[in-house]
């Protein structure tokens, strides 16, 4: 599992390598879908709107043409705390990416959201 830590209300970014099954490079040119969900992980609380949106080179993400780079540039509303009273909060993303007309990965991460505002 690999955690990201932010600090809250910021911009950020992610970046991973998207391969498929057999552990190739996924090209652009392969991906048929790409979509983002963003979840509290206590709460289940969807986060910026991010509920299997489209992501293919879209909505702050994009796929690199031939290297399979994904990047994802968080933005503030992407790493808020929505949990009172709590110093740090655990946020899940889940790519799901279909390729090649009927094959499917699931890429996700954690980002640790460290509260600036402190305790409140």
Avoid: C
């Avoid at 991906?31 to 289940?44: F, G, H, P, S, W």
Wanted: aromatic letters at 4%; proline letters at 2%; charged letters at 15%.
């Amino acid at each position: 599992m690999s955690v990201n830590t932010v600090t809250e209300r910021t911009s950020s970014r992610y970046t991973a390598t998207l391969k498929d099954a057999a552990g190739n490079v996924l090209p652009l040119s392969s991906i048929v879908t790409a979509e983002l969900t963003l979840k509290n992980v206590d709460t289940d609380a969807v986060i910026n709107g991010r509920t299997a949106q489209n992501v293919k080179n879209a909505n702050n993400v994009t796929i690199h043409a031939t290297s399979g780079l994904l990047t994802w540039s968080m933005q503030p509303a992407d790493n808020v705390i929505v949990t009172a009273g709590v110093e740090h909060e655990l946020h899940r993303a889940v790519f799901v990416v279909v390729y090649d007309t009927d094959q499917k990965i699931v890429h996700e991460t954690y980002i640790l959201v460290d509260n600036i505002s402190g305790v409140t």
